[in-house]
């Protein structure tokens, strides 16, 4: 018999596969679905623009898209697909560069401190953190207070109750998320609101014997079927930036923008009015704001304080407010002379 199999090695037979075929096709399967949302939504991160329905959604997802890509590039290598592994490797790389933190890391401000400030931007959500907001407003004690989906009972509370501290504002009267407020310790001139179906109250302040420009940002959210209108009134946040930085001078865009860095809607607004999330100038800005109320914690900032060149940014930090499903975004700032 050991004669006959030396005889005819063919008959003798091969090994079993370490990974049967059936498996490493499944594998294959599985790590091709896998790395297909990361190729897509990274692709317009890519190529700047936040494209349609379901993309400007799962943008907001985009940092945690590395690890489906990262169990792609296992998946692939499991089944000993090369290309498809390479492929879901690159996108796991190009999704983990889109994660670093969006513009430079400093601004320009020049001469000397005029102003030392604090400001507070706030989504009460339809007046329910109301409260809660007077309460943090006691302890910080800012001097700008940035308030969304403030209705007529917010206003007056919030009015009646800091009166003291913060005497003047800036208002668009509106039930649930349509009113918003700016309180401020500065003297305020009313400025037109930026058109849109929730409040955006403007104002110019005297800070440190400079005029500042204060407005409120908080566009529709980017839900399906309303992404057009959502893209248009950060398009009109960002032609207020531009407008603002040809005019020259110091400005403050804050509130609930409906939108992270990793929105070309967004970016647009911190490009053309060469704008500065302070968050991501206190290295904070991947720090996630919302949604506070579920059983996941937060994933995504979508509360922001912008700034111009003429702040630095001493720090930031994000409180919980009791009713609201948004974190409040606290900064401390310093205004420069120029030059």
Avoid: K
């Avoid at 190009?94 to 933190?101: E, I, N, Q």
């Amino acid at each position: 018999m050991e004669q006959l199999l030396a005889a005819h090695p063919s008959s003798v037979p091969d090994p079993a596969p370490t990974t049967p075929r059936p498996r490493r096709r499944i594998a294959a399967w599985a790590a091709g679905l896998l790395v297909a949302v990361p190729t897509v939504v990274t692709g317009c991160r890519l190529l700047d623009t936040d494209a349609l329905t379901p993309v400007p959604q799962a943008l907001s997802f985009l940092p945690w898209l590395t690890v489906p890509a990262a169990l792609a590039a296992l998946l692939a290598l499991a089944a000993r697909r090369r290309l498809l592994a390479a492929w879901s490797v690159l996108v796991l790389l190009v999704t983990a560069w889109f994660t670093l933190p969006y513009g430079p890391d400093t601004t320009t401000a020049r001469g000397p401190v005029v102003e030392r400030l604090r400001v507070l931007a706030a989504n009460v959500e339809f007046g329910e953190a109301t409260d809660a907001l007077v309460e943090a407003a006691r302890r910080e004690r800012p001097q700008l207070v940035y308030v969304s989906e403030c209705d007529p009972a917010c206003v007056a509370t919030l009015t009646s109750s800091l009166s003291t501290a913060l005497p003047h504002r800036a208002v668009v009267e509106g039930e649930g998320s349509t009113g918003s407020v700016i309180l401020s310790a500065y003297p305020l001139t009313a400025r037109s609101p930026i058109p849109a179906a929730m409040g955006m109250p403007g104002a110019t302040a005297t800070i440190g014997g400079r005029s500042v420009e204060l407005r409120l940002a908080h566009p529709l959210p980017p839900i399906p079927r309303q992404v057009e209108a959502w893209q248009r009134e950060l398009g009109r946040v960002a032609d207020f930036a531009g407008a603002a930085h040809r005019a020259g001078g110091p400005v403050l865009l804050a509130g609930d923008f409906n939108a992270s860095q990793d929105h070309a809607a967004f970016r647009a607004v911190l490009d053309t009015g060469r704008l500065h999330d302070a968050a991501r100038l206190a290295g904070a800005a991947r720090t996630p704001t919302w949604p506070r109320e579920l059983a996941l914690p937060p994933y995504v900032q979508i509360d922001h304080v912008l700034v111009s060149g003429d702040f630095r940014v001493r720090g930031a930090r994000f409180l919980d407010l009791r009713g609201s499903d948004h974190r409040a975004v606290l900064t401390d700032l310093d205004l420069h002379a120029g030059r």
